[in-house]
């Protein structure tokens, strides 16, 4: 999936992988797609309660040894 940025929240604990988001997003653009990185376990869940609750949509999560890489795209 090509995103339009990246965000590196490797090594980063709730709340931090979503308050970082939330920032990166100011960013773009609506119709934009946002990579995050993570490691924290937590985001499988988190992210898609924050996308739930502020509109972004969640297009994907993958898993692969322990890190996490989550596509959202800004409403």
């Known amino acids: 999936m090509k995103a339009n940025a990246e965000l ?3 090594g980063l604990y709730c709340p931090m992988p979503i308050a970082k988001t939330v920032e990166k997003m100011k ?3 609506p119709g934009d797609i946002l990579e995050i990185l993570a490691d ?4 499988k869940s ?3 309660a924050w996308c739930e609750a502020t509109g972004n949509e969640l297009l994907k999560i993958e898993e692969e040894n322990g890190k996490y890489k989550i ?4 409403k």
């Open 8 to 10: 590196d929240c490797l």
């Open 46 to 48: 988190d992210m898609p």
């Open 27 to 29: 960013e773009l653009n």
């Open 40 to 43: 924290d376990e937590g985001i």
């Open 71 to 74: 596509y959202i795209r800004k």
